[in-house]
T-cell receptor, first 115, second 114 residues
Framework: DQQVKQNSPSLSVQEGRISILNCDYT??????FLWYKKYPAEGPTFLIS?????DKNEDGRFTVFLNKSAKHLSLHIVPSQPGDSAVYFC??????????????FGQGTILTVHP | DTGVSQDPRHKITKRGQNVTFRCDPI?????LYWYRQTLGQGPEFLTY????????KSRLLSDRFSAERPKGSFSTLEIQRTEQGDSAMYLC????????????FGPGTRLLVL
């Protein structure tokens, strides 16, 4: 049961343009969402997060949008840079209990930014 | 630097051997998580500690797996009688105590079982 899905395995973008990475979820209990970036042979690096009480959060070149009714979130990177080339994971968590903070990840999207 | 270190970074072992991995978060991280990532997949939750208490174990964590966090500081993950299917990246993440809910990951331990 894949509760968090990233349906695009890969995305290719020209340097300077916008990268849009998408993520869908099925569990309506999820209330906190995160994006991580991962290079090969390294652990995921936190990029940006959003709580379910918001619909947008921005940090520099990165903006995350949350559409709760559609159970969809997206990460926008503007402008894209070659150094952004990596695997991007969407993750979600539900509140409380003994599972506090447990993250459920999508399968990842490989972003390639061409110079 | 996330403040989370893992040791070793790589481990090659033969099937049937036992292996142990270590994770060291900084003292502000009272919550500690273990995940496993296989090729082409996102990380999957294995277990969660709040301080020294292990509060949840995934059904992915078979009887051959055990994790500890003595004194609520570093944590170890042991796999007994390793199988080839255990080959994966084992990731430790930590959060909490003023650092909010964001989990910060260590560099991971890559296990290869021959």
């Amino acid at each position: 049961d894949q509760q968090v899905k990233q349906n695009s395995p890969s995305l290719s973008v020209q340097e300077g343009r916008i990268s849009i990475l998408n993520c869908d979820y099925t569990n309506s209990m999820f209330d906190y969402f995160l994006w991580y970036k991962k290079y090969p042979a390294e652990g995921p690096t936190f990029l940006i997060s959003i709580s379910s009480i918001k619909d947008k959060n921005e940090d520099g070149r990165f903006t995350v949008f949350l559409n709760k009714s559609a159970k969809h979130l997206s990460l926008h990177i503007v402008p894209s840079q070659p150094g952004d080339s990596a695997v991007y994971f969407c993750a979600a968590s539900a509140p409380g209990g003994t599972s506090y903070g447990k993250l459920t990840f999508g399968q990842g999207t490989i972003l390639t930014v061409h110079p | 630097d996330t403040g989370v270190s893992q040791d070793p970074r790589h481990k090659i072992t033969k099937r049937g051997q036992n292996v142990t991995f270590r994770c060291d978060p900084i003292s502000e991280h009272n919550r500690l998580y273990w995940y496993r990532q296989t090729l082409g997949q996102g990380p999957e939750f294995l277990t969660y500690f709040q301080n020294e208490a292990q509060l949840e174990k995934s059904r992915l964590l078979s009887d051959r797996f055990s994790a500890e966090r003595p004194k609520g500081s570093f944590s170890t993950l042991e796999i007994q009688r390793t199988e080839q299917g255990d080959s994966a990246m084992y990731l430790c993440a930590a959060s909490g105590r003023g650092l909010g809910e964001t989990q910060y990951f260590g560099p991971g331990t890559r296990l290869l079982v021959l």
